[in-house]
């Protein structure tokens, strides 16, 4: 990228500054920063204190690597970890990455994602704290998962990253990333914005574990570019409480045949407002795309859960499923499903539920010897059991145990 484009980049950034988002309560970016919050590298995950070791186990990051291909850590502003282990694999910051490939800034760098989408892409692009590059080589299957840890540690910490993930042509690629924070910070802010290249042929898994607290506030900016016959598999999971949590990644089915699927576990609680979704735009011959959410609100905890297919090119399909479970007379859950057909040979549809858990299925369960406790447990359970597709075995085995595990701390 030359000199004058990088200057309109920031100048767009710099107009954008105040631009609030169309959806989410606005924050106050003023009241977070990123001084005073560096650290020292690693020379090995096993180094991460003790204090923090469970923060990142609960967001799905093995601080032993073990059965991961590559391993990242942000610390705050900081990268403090970065190893790969596997063939094929690129793993480093993206400020790095930057660096090494002029490239990289000219065809990938807020392509996705325009850098004055809102306030918050703005932020990112003024005030980067790094982020994580991470690409599979053409042909390479990188088929044991990479992970990827955004971990803050300092209260009042604003961090700010800016991740671009790339799927070469006939590459396959894994993906853990978890969203941390230590059990200290009272109050905190992220920033994420993250662009998806998935090439001709190629297919990333990304599984995304968000491990909050009731004083922090997140603003992820997603996007992905899905070229003929790539397929993006999205698994997010949000089991702990947040502040308020504002998402709405958006996959464009560019290519023939394209495919995106988004499946999201959403347990909220407190006093969390959360306004999430996803977006897919199916420009290509034969593109699909499948989004389906489980939504669980209790205490004084607000949802929005949303999705949208949008269908452009010919003989495209698509399907919105979102299912909420209230579990508390004080919380709110909104489910808004959109389509949007601009030509006839077109199957998309929609179902949307929101109740209650049913009175004679506690009695039929508790009939069967189990407690009312038990039985809501249970009834819960099943609820949340969305088959998870696209992974394999070893990575969806570890994908439920992560579940499990935030099951047992919110239950």
């Not at 924050?27 to 001084?35: D, F, G, K, M, V």
């Not at 900016?221 to 397929?231: K, L, Q, S």
């Not at 735009?281 to 859960?305: C, F, H, P």
Request: hydrophobic share 40%.
């Amino acid at each position: 990228m030359n000199k004058r484009d990088m200057r309109d980049i920031i100048e767009r950034a710099k107009r954008a500054r105040e631009k609030k988002a169309g959806l989410g309560d606005d924050i106050n970016l003023e009241r977070y920063n990123t001084a005073g919050s560096e650290h020292d590298a690693l020379k090995s995950l096993a180094e991460v204190p003790q204090e923090h070791k469970q923060s990142l186990l609960r967001a799905g990051i093995e601080p032993s690597e073990s059965g991961r291909s590559g391993s990242f850590l942000l610390q705050d502003r900081s990268v403090v970890f970065s190893r790969v282990k596997s063939p094929g694999l690129e793993l480093m910051s993206t400020t790095e990455a930057l660096k090494r490939y002029e490239w990289l800034a000219t065809d990938y760098l807020w392509k996705a994602i325009p850098v004055d989408m809102d306030k918050y892409t703005a932020d990112v692009e003024l005030d980067e704290t790094n982020g994580y590059f991470i690409r599979a080589k053409a042909n390479s299957k990188v088929t044991i998962p990479v992970q990827a840890c955004l971990f803050i540690t300092t209260d009042k910490t604003g961090q700010k990253v800016h991740n671009i993930i790339i799927a070469e042509e006939n590459s396959e690629l894994h993906i853990i990333t978890g969203c941390s924070v230590a059990h200290a910070v009272q109050s905190a802010l992220h920033l994420g914005v993250s662009e998806f290249y998935v090439k001709r042929g190629a297919k990333i898994t990304f599984t995304m574990i968000h491990n909050w607290s009731g004083g922090v506030e997140v603003r992820p900016r997603t996007a992905v570019v899905i070229e003929d016959d790539g397929t993006f598999i999205s698994n997010y999971i949000l089991m702990t409480p947040v502040k308020s949590l504002q998402t709405y990644p958006t996959a464009y089915c560019e290519g023939k045949n394209a495919r995106a699927n988004f499946q999201s576990i959403i347990y909220a609680s407190g006093n969390a407002r959360i306004d999430m979704g996803s977006r897919a735009v199916l420009k290509g011959e034969r593109s699909r795309a499948e989004i389906i959410s489980r939504v669980l609100a209790t205490d004084n905890a607000e949802v929005i859960a949303r999705g949208e297919v949008i269908g452009e090119g010919a003989n495209a399909s698509g399907h919105i499923e979102c299912r909420g479970l209230m579990l508390s007379d004080n919380a709110a859950i909104t489910s808004i499903p959109e389509l949007k057909a601009v030509r006839k040979d077109l199957d998309l549809s929609h179902e949307a539920a929101v109740g209650k858990i049913a009175e004679e299925a506690i009695l039929y369960l508790m009939a069967r010897g189990l407690s009312e406790e038990e039985a809501t447990s249970m009834i819960i359970r099943g609820f949340l059991n969305v088959d998870i597709t696209g992974l394999p075995e070893a990575l969806a085995r570890e994908t439920k145990k992560m579940l499990d595990m935030s099951l047992e701390k919110v239950m």
